[in-house]
């Protein structure tokens, strides 16, 4: 890998987002696209200390195939939905590391969220059984407001008349002071 590139420029990547880790070093985690394996991963890689590029090469975090609420119909079955998306990272009130992060569920655009044993990136990674938010909601972000509450940003995947995919923000106010991201209420 050319450390002037951040991703692997021999496949399908998508959706960096940064990380600085409990080593200290900066890592982007992205995610590698389904087409490329026909099962999406959520990777890191480190970062050069100036962020102008890699540091090595991409490692394994999971795979779309270990969430259990990540479903989809092919070849007259039920299997695991092959995509991974919009990774973001954060930590609990505890310092529990976890990852928001989206797939499918058939035909619904489904965020989950996923727990770090270890506390860093390298895991393993635990998959919450069911997806956080409603159907239709994914790739989020998790911010504070300026009233000091924490929140989290999705966007609706939902398909208008014309066949077109609407995509409209949508906020919930979520509590992470203990262990895990409980969410509270979906905001006007």
Known sequence: MDTADYC????????????????G???MVFCGEWLANDNGTMEKVELLPDLSGAAGEPQLLFRASDAPWSRERRDGGVFFNRVTDGPWLFRTGTGRLG??????????????????????LDGPWVQNPEPILPPNHGHGMIFTDFDGRT???AHSH???A?????RRPTLWEIDLTGDTLKVLRKLK
């Open 99 to 120: 990852m928001i992060w989206t797939s499918w569920v058939f035909n619904d655009y489904t965020m989950g969220v996923a727990y770090s044993e270890s506390g860093t």
């Open 158 to 160: 939902t398909e208008d």
């Open 8 to 23: 692997p420029a021999d496949r399908p990547t998508l959706d960096g987002t940064f990380w600085v880790d409990t080593d």
């Open 151 to 153: 929140l989290i940003s």
């Open 162 to 166: 014309n066949g077109r995919y609407i």
């Open 25 to 27: 070093k900066p890592y």
